[in-house]
């Protein structure tokens, strides 16, 4: 399996514009996450999807944020418009809640670095 | 709410030092405990495990017991290697599984080992 895959790796734009982040999971894993990473705040769960569904988007930070699963194995996260306190790394990560009992092995993709300016 | 609390980093050892890494933790229920490893430029993965008190997970050298009394779950390793370079997250499950229980990661601690 090629793992949770993230586009782009890299994203440099300038306050204001739309960004679009995205996320293949596992083949077969149920559940969906993205997570934001920063310095001052370390790894904050943003919103989890299980069978494609929002189950708690509790930590997206303003409404300017959102998330969709359209399927099983794509996801987006948009901001719209961004601004430079968006900058971080952005993760998608996927789980088997059936197989890896209450999502307690979580596989992350790589990442993509965000920069607004 | 439940939190995970680390010891602030970095950390920099010799090769073949010990480590311990210390974590703690708060939850009204009981928790499974995890430690993830980030290596540069990658996503997390999971390290070890330990899903109920006095549980001892291990994994490449790595061990760490899961303590009820002291609500402590330290990261040790008898002798690090400079590829054991990376930040380590301790973290823990919140056990709502019903409705897809969700990970709480501590802030993480960077670990530098010079050869």
């Known amino acids: 399996d090629a793992g949770v895959i993230q586009s782009p790796r890299h994203e440099v734009t300038e306050m204001g514009q739309e960004v679009t982040l995205r996320c293949k999971p596992i083949?077969?894993?149920?559940?969906l996450f993205w997570y934001r990473q920063t310095m001052m705040r370390g790894l904050e769960l943003l919103i989890y999807?299980?069978?494609?569904?929002?189950?708690?988007d509790s930590g997206m930070p303003e409404d300017r944020f959102s998330a969709k699963m359209p399927n099983a194995s794509f996801s987006t996260l948009k901001i719209q418009p961004s601004e430079p306190r968006d900058s971080a790394v952005y993760f998608c990560?996927?789980?088997?809640?059936?197989?890896?009992?209450?999502?307690?092995?979580?596989?992350f993709g790589s990442g993509t670095q965000l920069s607004v300016l | 709410g439940d939190s995970v609390t680390q010891m602030e980093g970095p950390v920099t050892l010799s090769e073949e030092a010990f480590l311990t890494i210390n974590c703690t933790y708060t939850?009204?229920?009981?928790?499974?405990l995890f430690w993830y490893v980030q290596y540069p430029g990658e996503g997390l993965q999971l390290l070890l495990k330990?899903?109920?008190?006095?549980d001892k997970g291990s994994n490449k050298g790595f061990e760490a017991t899961y303590r009820k009394e002291t609500t402590s779950f330290h990261l040790e390793k008898g002798s690090v290697q400079v590829s054991d370079s990376a930040v380590y997250f301790c973290?823990?499950?919140?056990?709502?599984?019903?409705?897809?229980?969700?990970?709480?990661f501590g802030q993480g601690t960077e670990l530098s080992v010079k050869p």
């Open positions: 999807f299980n069978n494609n569904v929002p189950i708690d």
């Open positions: 973290a823990l499950s919140d056990g709502i599984y019903n409705q897809g229980g969700k990970l709480i």
């Open positions: 330990a899903t109920k008190a006095d």
């Open positions: 990560a996927s789980s088997d809640s059936a197989r890896d009992r209450g999502h307690e092995k979580l596989f």
């Open positions: 939850a009204t229920g009981y928790p499974s």
């Open positions: 083949s077969g894993h149920n559940s």
